[in-house]
Nanobody, 126 residues
Framework: QVQLVESGGGLVQSGGSLRLSCAASGFPVDWYSIGWYRQVPGKEREGLVC????????NYADSVQGRFTFSKDSDKNAAYLEMSDLKIEDTGVYYC???????????????????WGQGTQVTVFS
C-alpha cells in the first residue's frame, strides 16, 4: 500500500522549533519529488517547501525561507521538515506529498486534485 504519514506536530512557543516527519511506505521516497504544505482553516492549502527527487531544484515559500529546511533519510524512507523560529502564523495542519515531477514551482503552487493524508497539527503560541 502506497502511503505517506505525517507526524511530529504539536504545541510550541513562538521562536521555538519542531521537526515534522513524512514516513513513506509502499515506495522508495527517493523516487519522487517531495512537497510540504500547510493549511489554515478558511484558507487555501499553501505549498511551503518542494524539493526535486534528485535535489536539482527547490522551491521555498517566502514566508518560510531561511526558517524551514527540508531533509530526507533514504534508510528510514522518510522526509523531514525542520522548522525554526516559529511564528504564530505558522499554525496550521501540515501535509507532505510525493509526486513524480521535476517542476518544483508547479508542485508547490498547484495543490488541487491531490490525494492528501491526515496531516499533523502545528500550533504556535505566544
Amino acid at each position: 500500500q502506497v502511503q505517506l504519514v505525517e507526524s511530529g506536530g504539536g504545541l510550541v512557543q513562538s521562536g521555538g522549533s519542531l521537526r515534522l516527519s513524512c514516513a513513506a511506505s509502499g515506495f522508495p521516497v527517493d523516487w519522487y519529488s517531495i512537497g510540504w504544505y500547510r493549511q489554515v482553516p478558511g484558507k487555501e492549502r499553501e505549498g511551503l517547501v518542494c524539493i526535486a527527487k534528485d535535489n536539482s531544484d527547490s522551491n521555498y515559500a517566502d514566508s518560510v525561507q531561511g526558517r524551514f529546511t527540508f531533509s530526507k533519510d533514504s534508510d528510514k524512507n522518510a522526509a523531514y521538515l525542520e522548522m525554526s523560529d516559529l511564528k504564530i502564523e505558522d499554525t496550521g495542519v501540515y501535509y507532505c506529498l510525493a509526486v513524480n515531477t521535476q517542476d518544483m514551482t508547479r508542485l508547490c503552487t498547484f495543490t488541487g486534485g491531490r490525494s492528501w493524508g491526515q496531516g499533523t497539527q502545528v500550533t504556535v503560541f505566544s
